[in-house]
């Protein structure tokens, strides 16, 4: 076990009150840490690396669909970009966005922990990931791959000629640095919670955290046991999705989306706990039904692998399977909705404090709420007959990944920015920004709703020239969504020269990540803090603590 | 360590009659047997090996989620497969 687990056994022990942002300045200090805190600044460079060259593709495709010719690229040369963002995004950005980065920063303050469970598997997990990242970086360089993110056989085992098994085996590499940090989370919110931290005591950030780490460790090795097969049929002829050698191609398809379903939860329910935080903290107020959100994000994650057919409708599965699948797929809307609805009730009567945080999470329910509607229609099987490998699809789910995860990725950042960096940023910008990625985001992919509901099937990049005028709003949009997502990347890192010093608890919040210095100690507390209430325990619902706050 | 021993060449026993049922004209059993033979198996490497016989109610626990999350994803697969002949494909 972890020094972080000999703290909670010398709770009187006084510890260096030294920042973590001062303890070491050498590169050694820095890529041999075993900080939680130096480790999601690590992951917090990289992931902006790969988001940058994802959204590289993504301009690419863009530009390209602004005529109906696909002037700029090759048909070849378009499946590479589309696949290359997939890959890019999903793998490498979207599910190591928010765990690896505000979770890895965040969890070990906010249960009064030292360190996470075993930060040199936290580190060694960082370097899993690079290396992952730098073999897909080789595929790129050496030319890409054509199958898009979902490897779908046969194209993948017997027709594509690009690195598949290069990406594949760099995918199945990065699935351990996932399941590393499920781990990791899992065995620190058991064992290292401060003093008085009992299971009712915990934030929602940590609920939704407990709850994804279920899905990093249960769904990963799937995944990763499906890309072997992949690349054992393809290298040595093994029959196990070719029906030509004995296999079938709908069971990487269920195998697949057994893994790649789930996904999505990894993706959003740590999303979910960053709005939980958000809100609280805006409004002011205790979360409206603390369980249902808390037992939400468990339901998500049970019941979110029990969908995956609804992928699978119009591919030759059983019309019973379907239909039971279907079913399961409107159920898990059961628990995101009252999520949902929770949020709404919070802000009721609350001491409302618009700030950017706020912003980014109000434009999180809107944006969640338009993809989670368009899930349900996609769950009945007669409309996802007609809007299948449409536009509509594609629409939908940047609706949940990206209007949903990145939004709260940036909610999240700004909210704890402060924390991490010990520097204010310009409020005023931040909310421009949120507002600039609110519209640019609506404005990309709502027509893309309208696009898919009128025919236009995904993956082409030619089309008939009537849906040029949506397209070129899309890729309008776009342009203004680069314009949003670019804009905290200047004023945040200006805040790191300029900005003012933050205090402890710039918010008013709750919480104890708040109660240490900003940046927080090496040791992220110089006393072990002892928890004597639960969260969001704020002054608005209990005056009686408005003096101390 | 006699136990592992012990358990090791109960493995490989199993191995061997994993070899032997493949050749064996046991028909339709003939999968059946080889699950069971692997679950056989499972058991031994996740009890002794894996430490699961001296572990808590939490580790345990988690063995069983495991199991459990393995069984929806061959329950709902076999959905598909048991049922795609039910209106004739």
Known sequence: MSDAALDIDRPDEEVEDISYLRAGHSLGSWFLTTDHKRIAILYLVSITFFFLIGGVAAALIRLDLLTPAGDLMTNEGYNRAFSLHGIIMVWFFLIPSIPNTIGNFIIPLMIGARDLAFPRLNLLSWYIYIVAGFITLAVVLGGGVDTGWTFYTPLSTMYANGMVVATVVAVFISGFSTILTGINFIVTIHKLRAPGMTWSRLPLFIWSHYAVSIIFVLATPVLAITLILVAAERLFGIGVFDPALGGDPLLFQHLFWFYSHPAVYIMVLPAMGVISELITSAAHKRIFGYWFVAIASIAIAVIGFLVWGHHMFVSGQSIYASAFFSFLSIAVAVPSAIKVYNWTATLYKGDIMIDAPLLFAMGFIGLFVAGGLTGLMLAMLAIDVHVHDTYFVVAHFHYIMVGGTVTAFFGALHYWWPKITGRLYNETLARIAAVVILVGFNLTFFPQFMLGYEGMPRRYHVYPPEFQLLQVFSSAGAALLAVGYAMPTFYLLWSLRRGPRAPANPWGATGLEWTTSSPPPKHNFTQQPVVVRGPYYYPLEHPASRANA | ?89
């Open chain 2, 1 to 89: 360590m006699i136990r592992l021993v012990l358990v090791s060449a109960a493995l490989m026993l199993l191995l061997a009659v994993t070899v032997v049922a493949a050749h064996l004209p046991l028909g339709p059993a003939k999968p059946w047997i080889a699950y069971g033979i692997a679950f056989a198996k499972a058991t031994l490497i996740l009890w002794f090996f894996m430490e699961m016989r001296s572990e808590g109610a939490t580790a345990r626990l988690a063995m069983v989620a495991a199991g459990v999350w393995l069984l929806m994803m061959l329950t709902l697969t076999a959905a598909d497969y048991l049922t795609r002949s039910w209106i004739g494909g």
